[in-house]
Every structure is written in structure tokens, then in C-alpha cells.
């Protein structure tokens, strides 16, 4: 007698794996504006500021900001990192990770044009001090400082005990680095950082840039009047009209794959300059 096999059961249905939430977006400005005081002696230092940058994977954005003296591109750094009186806007909407912007926060790092230190601490205390600031205790934050210091091109064994006033501007300047992140922030900050410094410094200290912000996988604003500057560090340029300024143009550039002297002698490298440079002159003559 013949038997016939029953058909096997059928599988059971595979869950479709869930779809991971959207990341928000790093930064948001929308339509943002900034005036200062009232009635004839108002002042609008942005207006209708609008731009959006992501939450990269594999690396943070970096977005250099080019436009004449006073447009307002120190106002758009200070007001993404909460900091008053810029803070908030007067119009529009400023959010960071997805949140409406509230006051200065631990994400956020500045550094400035000017070697902001305190003077009466060593390199090294200057180093820590924001660790000194968490409740870090003091073995490790100077571990952590002395980790820093080398980063940043100084020398630990030489420079550690130092102060400020002992210290070239390019070196107060890596100092003001390793002290914000060493913080390891999501964003930094960067309002002219080397526009005091020679060229063979700021070529060095370029390169020293590229290669920390490639190892922190931060998100970096960076204000800068130098459009060779701006064209070799940047993922996107963002270039502002005169004040009120607005974004006019938003250009994506090449990345910085080689020194920073080495590429500002490549053919390619100067075309690109001399476009970027051709929309600022005409901004500045009025047109």
C-alpha cells in the first residue's frame, strides 16, 4: 500500500527588522533673524537665515563660513552655542540635535580668535580645566591633559609647566584647542582661530585641524575671512551677504586629502579658489 508524503508545513513568516529612527539633524537654522534694541536704534545683525546639517556616520561635517566684516557670522556661532546676547533669536528657529537651542551646553565647544587662557594656570591646568570643572579627579585629568598636549603638537615633557605668557601665539592657539576637545564635544566652534597667525603656522595648524577633527568625528563651524582657508578645510562653504546677513550661497568643496601647503599650490585647488573668490569680491563691491 502506497502512502503519500503530507506537504511540510510552511514557514513561519520572517518579522521585517524595525526601521531604525531618523538621526536628527545636527544643526537647524530656520528663517532665523537677530535685531538688537528698538524703535530708530534697531539693529538687525541676520535675517532669514536658513540651513541644515546632518548627523553624519561616518564623519562630522565641516562647514566654513565666509562673508564681509559684520554680517553676522560670529552671531550664527554664538547663537548655536547658546551664548547671550546673540542667544536667542530674535526670529526663527535654532535647534541643535533636534532641540530647540537653550543656553550653552557640554556638546558644544568654542574656540576663539583670541588665545583665551588663564594666565595665572600652567599649559597643562589650562589643559584640564574643564575636566577640573566635571569633578574628574586630578591624576586623570592630568593624564588625560598630558594626552592632549602631545596631540595638539606640544611638547609634555618641555611645555607642560609653562604659561601662557611664555607661549607663541600659535602655541596658545593649540592650547585652546586641546582645551575644548579634550571635552570631546559633538560640535565645535571656531571663530577665526588662526587669523593672527603667519602662514607657515596656519598651514600647520590647518593640518593639525583636518587631522583632529577626522579623529574626533565632530561637526565644525568654522569662521574665517581667508578663502583658501575656507576652500581646503570645508565640506561646504557657506558665503553671507553684507549685514542684515543671509546665506547666499552654500558650495560644496573638495576634501582636504593632502597637506595644506601641498594643496594650495594644485592647479585645481586655485580654480576653485578664484571662483569662491570671484562671488566674495562682488559681494563686497555691492553687487
Known sequence: MSTTAEPAPAPAPVAAAPTPAPRPHIVVFDKVGKTYGQGPNAYTAIKDVSFVVDDRLDHGEFVAILGPSGCGKSTILRMIAGLSPQHPPTTGRVEVFGKPVGGAGADRGMVFQDYTSFEHLSVVDN???????????????????????????????????????ELSGGMRQRVAIARTLILNPRIILMDEPFGALDPP?????????????????ATVFFITHSIEEAVYLGDRV??????????????????????????????????????????????????
Open 127 to 165: 589643559i584640564a580645566f574643564g575636566l577640573e570643572c566635571r569633578g574628574v579627579p586630578r591624576d586623570e585629568r592630568r593624564a588625560q591633559a598630558l594626552l592632549w598636549l602631545e596631540k595638539v603638537g606640544l611638547d609634555p615633557k618641555n611645555d607642560a609647566s609653562k604659561y601662557p605668557h
Open 201 to 217: 603656522t596656519r598651514y600647520a595648524m590647518q593640518d593639525l585641524l583636518v587631522n583632529l577633527w577626522r579623529e574626533q568625528q
Open 238 to 287: 557657506l558665503i553671507m551677504s553684507r549685514a542684515p546677513g543671509t546665506i547666499l550661497h552654500e558650495l560644496p568643496m573638495p576634501p582636504p586629502d593632502r597637506p595644506a601647503r601641498e594643496m594650495h599650490r594644485d592647479p585645481a585647488f586655485i580654480e576653485v579658489v578664484n571662483r569662491v573668490r570671484d562671488i566674495v569680491e562682488e559681494l563686497e563691491a555691492g553687487k
